[in-house]
């Protein structure tokens, strides 16, 4: 028996398909087509921390909060507290090194880049894509500004968005675990690291 399981984008529902290995090799000769260059460009688009993937385009807080109004506040609440369609997009900051830290944008969000490649990608739901690259600039800057993380007026594009710092940067586990110089909090023991 061999199992796949496909995870996808927002990971709401994992689809386990299992099939039982058949001697003869499956003929998937008519399934599907060749993606195009623009549909692989399209999905294959990650921004990592550094943000060298970010696309020109630039936008404000001030910008960003009539774009929030008429295409997000719907779900996310007027000034992003949430509700019952969606979480809240600020505040919800604490500790997290407790049981069950919160894991809002604010806490629990590393890298700033996320914001940007996480609105991108999968918002608003069902019209992803929808929004320009100076759009969701300014979307990210407003999110940031109402988490107290950015001035009002700063201009957040592809050089500047990686350089703000989320409020718990440094409170992760490093993402190489060679760079956790201490050896014991690394989990090494018995002539062993991992
Ligand atoms: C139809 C309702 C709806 C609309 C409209 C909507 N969202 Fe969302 N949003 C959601 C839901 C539901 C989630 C949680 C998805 C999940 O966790 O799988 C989410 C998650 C997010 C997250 C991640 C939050 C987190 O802590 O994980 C961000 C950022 C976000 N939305 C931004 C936006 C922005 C910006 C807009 C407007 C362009 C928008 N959303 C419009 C429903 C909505």
Same mark, same amino acid.
């Given at each position: ?62 910008? $960003? @909060?009539? %774009?929030? =109004? ?7 609440? +007027?000034?992003?507290? *949430? ?69 009002? $007026? @700063?201009? %957040?594009? =592809? ?7 989320? +409020?718990?940067?440094? *409170? ?23």
């Amino acid at each position: 028996m061999r199992c796949f399981r496909f995870w996808p984008a927002l990971a709401v529902i994992s689809l386990a398909a299992c099939t039982t290995a058949f001697p003869q090799a499956p003929n998937y000769g008519n399934l599907g087509r060749t993606p195009s260059k623009e549909e692989i460009q399209a999905w294959n688009q990650a921004i990592g921390p550094q943000g060298k993937e970010l696309p020109p385009g630039s936008g404000t807080a001030k910008q $960003g @909060q009539e %774009i929030f =109004a008429n295409k997000c506040a719907a779900c996310h609440g +007027p000034a992003g507290e *949430g509700s019952q369609l969606a979480p809240r997009l600020v505040g919800g900051r604490g500790a997290l090194n407790i049981p069950t830290p919160s894991r809002t944008l604010a806490n629990y969000w590393p890298f700033a880049t996320t914001i940007w490649d996480y609105i991108n990608r999968a918002m608003p739901p069902k019209q992803e894509g929808s929004l320009s690259a100076s759009d969701i600039y300014a979307l990210t800057a407003f999110i940031l500004y109402r988490n107290d993380i950015i001035p009002e $007026g @700063q201009v %957040i594009d =592809a050089t500047s968005l990686p350089k703000v710092k989320m +409020p718990n940067r440094d *409170g992760f586990i490093p993402q190489r675990l060679e760079d956790i110089h201490d050896l014991r909090a690394r989990g090494c023991g018995a002539g062993h690291c991992p």
